[in-house]
């Protein structure tokens, strides 16, 4: 007999803890079970070392086993992470043992970094411990999500499974993001080039255009727009060091602003309501709601830290702000489309499918439904997006440095004598 201690929620999401003796964990999840709790943390207990037993035949323990590596402060990427994942999903579907595949992965991992954490995992296996605890010991590559869905999967025997959805998952996250920096990227490297371009304009081309014109016109009175820009162009070269410095001070600050509370609650509500940004913004923090809770609750994962997780791993603090709510209510025993109806935020669409989902027990389905729809029209926004976007940048520019043309040649077509003496006196006689 082996005594295991676990940790459990009830329906209501209270938290049960103890020790249970029996002979294999299998056995201890059906107890478990048998109590109307849900497992979610188990974990065998190792009996003290009694005096008789050889010392070279105890365990070691995980730090004696192998030296521990420095903590990893850059996590791992994530096109790294799910191709791992799907590789692994991959062998134990084969049939292959999850210490073989693990050893296996890591001997063609060519990331050194993730190397070593794949070793550490494997010895903390070797020593007992289930993959979602080795997992979890290092959550700069492995997060929230990633590890509740490998323990739902553990506990269900269904691990093969889970992982190949959790690769999924991760494979459209990383394809919905990397549609929304694609459009994001055109305009934003247009606009810092095209800054860039005009502040030397301003502060260097044109300064010598006003020399010329003050040598040619003696004096006289330049055009009204003319003068505009060239008073423009006095105002960048003198704050032009000035400016470059502000830019470089707010580059430094916004990352530390947007670490705090106030700060990133103020940049996520800007982007939702930004006139064309906005509804892209939105449609992608629903589908990654949809998609997290989906994939969760699909898994096994109980519906209130399937919500925790999902409030963490939002990606807006707006958004999370309402899934919090959304939990309590779930916590006091109510559903969980009156609280998404309530807010703002929510499309009635994606409220009353929730609703339906909850009254006919197919909500991982209805979510991972509502996940789809909204990647499909982030796709066709982020297009249009891109393709709206690109002749109004060409058209902006144009106009602006079409201005500063106009403007340097009026003075001149303003004094045609400058150009032609003969053209200042009138017919000969």
């Not at 084969?94 to 296996?104: C, D, E, I, N």
């Not at 991992?109 to 550490?120: D, M």
């Not at 459209?172 to 005009?198: N, Q």
């Not at 009635?348 to 991972?368: F, W």
């Amino acid at each position: 007999m082996s005594c295991f201690s676990y940790v459990a929620v009830d329906l209501k999401g209270t938290e049960t803890r103890g020790v249970l003796e029996v002979p294999d964990q299998l056995e201890a999840i059906r107890r478990i079970k048998e109590m109307g709790l849900f497992p979610t943390r188990l974990l065998a207990e190792k009996p003290a070392p009694g005096p008789s037993l050889p010392p070279r035949a105890r365990r070691p323990a995980l730090s004696q086993t192998r030296p521990r590596p420095f903590r990893w402060r850059a996590g791992i990427k994530p096109a790294v992470l799910a191709v791992f994942t799907r590789q692994l999903a991959t062998l134990l579907e084969a049939g292959m043992p999850l210490l073989r595949s693990l050893r296996t992965l890591r001997e063609q991992q060519p990331h050194r970094r993730f190397r070593l954490i794949l070793a550490e995992i494997e010895s903390a296996i070797e020593n007992g411990s289930s993959l979602a605890e080795a997992l979890a010991a290092h959550p700069q590559a492995f997060n929230r999500l990633y590890v509740y869905m490998v323990r739902a999967g553990e506990l269900a025997g269904a691990l093969e499974i889970t992982l190949r959805r959790l690769a999924e998952f991760m494979e459209k996250a990383r394809r919905i993001k990397g549609k929304v920096k694609a459009a994001m990227f055109y305009p934003c490297a247009v606009l810092t080039v095209a800054s860039a371009i005009l502040a030397l304009l301003m502060a260097f081309v044109v300064p010598r255009f006003k020399l010329v014109f003050d040598g040619l016109l003696g004096g006289a009175p330049l055009p009204t727009f003319t003068t505009f820009v060239f008073n423009l162009s006095t105002a960048v070269q003198t704050h032009f060091l000035a400016g470059l410095a502000l830019v470089a001070v707010l580059a430094g600050t916004l990352p530390l602003a947007l670490r705090t509370t106030a700060g990133r609650w103020v940049f996520d509500q800007l982007k939702l309501t930004l006139p064309v940004l906005g509804p892209l913004f939105r449609k992608v923090a629903i589908s990654r709601f949809a998609r997290t809770l989906g994939t969760l609750v699909n898994s096994g994962v109980p519906i209130l830290q399937a919500l925790a997780i999902v409030k963490e791993t939002t990606g807006n603090v707006v958004y999370a702000r309402i899934i919090g709510k959304v939990h309590d209510q779930v916590k006091a025993g109510d559903p969980i489309a009156p609280t998404l109806k309530a807010s703002a935020l929510f499309p009635t669409m994606v409220a009353g499918m929730v609703d339906v989902g909850e009254q006919t027990g197919a909500l991982p389905d209805l979510l991972m439904k509502i996940a789809d729809t909204y990647d499909e029209e982030v796709d066709n926004a982020a297009s249009a997006l891109t393709s709206l976007l690109e002749p109004i940048l060409i058209v902006c520019l144009a106009l602006i440095v079409g201005s500063i043309v106009v403007a340097m040649y009026l003075p001149i077509l303003h004094a045609p004598a400058l150009i032609d003496p003969s053209n200042a006196s009138g017919p000969a006689d």
